[in-house]
C-alpha cells in the first residue's frame, strides 16, 4: 500500500473495549504482513500500553517519550518562530515509536507511539499543554497533517486510540485525521446517543472532497436479557443507519452481526490480547472472530487469524499476568502498613490474628502474579513488622524460591508469635525440598527457641515446630 490507511477508533463513554479492540486489530493485521501504526492519544487516560507489556522494553513507559512530548518538542520550538514553516525534523513522529517485539509473517510489524513518558510529572505536561494556542498561533494543524502524511508513507495502517469525550485532542482524531472512524458504544441509551452524535458531527465537519467513513461497534453485549437485546439491537441500527450506508446493502445485516462484541468476563480482569487468550482462533462469537471481521470490512479483505504456537502462546499468556513491580511493591506496602495497624489498634486475642491471617491470605493472591524471587527478601529486610510478615506470606505462597534466609531469621529472632508461626509454616513446607545443609539450619533455628519463645502456652507454634524436628529425623 502506497499510501497507508488512518483509523480512528472512538467511544463516547469510558468502558466499551475500545483499546482492548485497537490493540487487537492490530495485531491481527500485522499476522497478515501489514506494517502497523499504533498512536495513544488518550493523552489523560493512557493504557494501550497495557496490552502490548510483553512486547516492550519499557512496559511501564518510565523512559519511553511518545505523544505529548511530541507536540511539547515542536511547540517549544514554534513558538520562537515568525514563519509558518515546520522543521522537518518535528514533524517525524516515527521517532517517537518503539516496536512491538514479536516475530510477525514477512512485512508484518506494529510499532507503537505511547501517550508520554510515564510519572509525576507526566500530568503536568499533559494538563498544561495548551492545544488553543498550538492550533491558532503556532500551526499545529498544519504540523500534523504533516506528520500523519509522513508515516502514511511508511505504513500500511494507522491506528489511533482516541480519548473517549468530547475534547480538542477527541476532535483532532475524530475530525482532523482520520480515513474511518469506528465508534464503539454499549447499547443504552446515553452510549448509543453519545457515540451518534459524535460520529454526526464528525462527518459534518469533513469536507466533501474528503468523506469520513463510520464504523459503529456495540460491544460488552449482554445476552442475558434477550428482549431488552433484541429492542436495543434494533434501536442502534435505527440511529446509526445514516452513517453505514458505505457498506453495501446486502452486507450491513451481516456487518452488524458479525461486529458485535459480546461481553466476556475474562476480559474484565486483565489487558491480554485475543490471539493468546483463545485456543480455537476460529470460533463463532469470541472476541477475536468478531474483531477480525472488524478489521475485515475495515481493509475491504479477507484476514487469517493468527497462528501462535501453544508453547509461545502459554508463555506470553504469562507474561501478561505479571504485575509491574512499582504496582506490587505499592501494593504489598500498603499490606505491610495495615497488619501494622492492625496490631497497633486491635486487642491481642483470636479476632486480631484472624484479621491478621485475612491480610496474609491477601499478600498470597500477589505470588503467582510477578516475579518475586528476589522481592520477600527485599520487604523482610526492611525490618518493619508489617513488611516481615508481607515477606513471609509470599515466602510461603512460593516456596519453589526457598526463601531460607529470612525464615531462618524469623525463627530464630522474631518480632512477634505471628511472625514466629508463618516462618515455622514456610520452614515446614522448605523441609521437604531443601538440601541438608539448609534443613539442619532450620532445625538448629527451632531447637534454639523450643523452651524459650515457643513454649506449651501457644500450641500453634509448640506443635507446628516439633512436628518439623519431628519429620527431620525421619528424612
Known sequence: MADGKVITLYSYKGGTGRSMALANVAWILAANSKRVLVIDWDLEAPGLHKYFGPFLSDPELLESNGLIDFVIDYAGAAAGRTDAQIDPPYANM???AVPIAWDFPVGGRIDFVPSGRQGVSYASRVNLFDWQTFYQKLNGGQFLDLAIQRMRSKYDYILIDSRTGVSDTAGICTVQLPDDLVVF??????????ASEIAKSAVSQRPADRPLRVFPVPTRVDRSEKAKLEAAQVRAQAIFYPFVTHIDLQQRDAYWGAVQIDYEAFYSYEEVLAPFAEQRLNSSGSMLSSIQRL?????????????IAEHDRRDVLARFALTSNSDVGSALENLAAQYEEIRAEMKAGPTRTRTM???????FLFADGIDIVALPQQMFSRNRPGTRVVALALAEA???????PLVVEAISSPVSQFEQFHALMVARQLMRSVQPSAKALITDAIRGQIGKYITESDPSRWVLANDILESSKLS
Open 295 to 307: 478489521a475485515e470490512f475495515l481493509t475491504g479483505v479477507d484476514l487469517i487469524p493468527p497462528s
Open 94 to 96: 516515527q521517532r517517537f
Open 357 to 363: 491471617n485475612n491480610l496474609v491470605s491477601r499478600a
Open 185 to 194: 458504544f454499549t447499547l443504552n441509551h446515553q452510549s448509543i446517543g453519545g
Open 398 to 404: 512460593r516456596t519453589r524460591d526457598e526463601h531460607l
